[in-house]
């Protein structure tokens, strides 16, 4: 990248920092943008978090995360889309344009049946979401979560799905690399998502891996082509922020300044 316009940074990439630190040390880094997870939302209102990155004169990019939609019983279903609306209030509250939806899974049903709670969910969602001008960004995770964390693990997959609702307008994809990144079919569904893109998540994937959760590594420490993704989502008509999502034991137990040094310089020379 040739400057830090469209840098945004999650609020759990840089997770020993609390919102008033994080919002402080973003805005003296000249870091415009933020992800912003729920948990740091927590202990004040919503108009106090929103004053906060006012102040700091950080906009903020997306609200994560929200979705979790299969359901063994009726009141888990219920409990999922009340959740999903809180998130979608949350969001408008503090000017998040989008919330970043993990779709969730339950191992007790087939992958089918997942998938289709998954279709039936976030449909149930688009008239509110529309209600509160914020979209559904569905992001699809890597295959190895399949299990319990998301039946969705493909751009092909969000594209299906959306042309099943039909709702161009309230839900778009969230491409995060560190899931999509060994797709064969990565390219041709990029360019068919096209506009649905809403979303682009940079990091790296570690070689070895020592945790699939918490050890993806900062851009241009592992085998992720970030450049190469950029540009093609890019080519696909997307023209929004770089969101660096980072979830890395390693990098939360170091210097959180010295680590904010490097996300700028990483993502200036691999993005």
């Not at 912003?36 to 700091?56: C, M, N, P, Y």
């Not at 989008?98 to 049946?113: D, H, N, T």
């Not at 693990?153 to 491409?175: H, K, L, P, Y």
């Not at 682009?200 to 994937?205: L, M, R």
Request: glycine content about 8%; charged content about 25%.
């Amino acid at each position: 990248m040739e400057n830090l316009d469209r840098l945004a940074i999650h609020t759990m990439t840089t997770k020993p920092w609390d919102l008033p630190t994080a919002a402080k040390k973003y805005s003296e880094a000249g870091v415009p943008g933020v992800g912003l997870w729920r948990q740091w939302l927590d202990g004040r209102s919503l108009a106090e978090s929103k004053a906060i990155l006012d102040d700091h004169g950080l906009t903020p990019v997306s609200l994560v995360r929200s979705g979790f939609y299969p359901y063994l019983n009726e009141t888990e279903k219920q409990a999922a889309y009340d959740d999903n609306i809180k998130a979608l209030d949350e969001a408008a509250a503090v000017g998040a344009p989008q919330v970043v939806l993990v779709c969730g899974a339950k191992p007790e049903l087939s992958i089918e049946e997942n998938r289709k709670q998954i279709t039936t969910g976030i449909a149930s969602l688009t008239d509110y979401a529309k209600k509160v001008n914020v979209k559904l960004a569905i992001e699809p995770l890597h295959p190895m979560y399949a299990d319990c964390r998301s039946a969705v693990n493909t751009v092909g997959q969000c594209n299906d799905m959306m042309d099943e609702i039909g709702d161009e307008d309230n839900i778009g994809i969230a491409v995060d690399v560190y899931h999509v990144w060994w797709d064969p079919t990565l390219k041709a569904e990029l360019a068919r998502a096209g506009k649905r893109i809403c979303g682009f998540h940079a990091c790296d994937w570690m070689t070895p891996t020592n945790d699939f959760l918490e050890d993806r590594g900062l851009m241009g420490e592992g085998c992720i082509d970030n450049r190469g993704i950029r540009e093609l989502v890019e080519a696909a008509g997307f023209n929004g922020w770089v969101e660096v999502e980072i979830f890395s034991k390693r990098w939360w137990e170091r210097d959180q300044d010295e680590y904010l040094a490097a996300i700028k310089e990483a993502y200036l020379k691999h993005v």
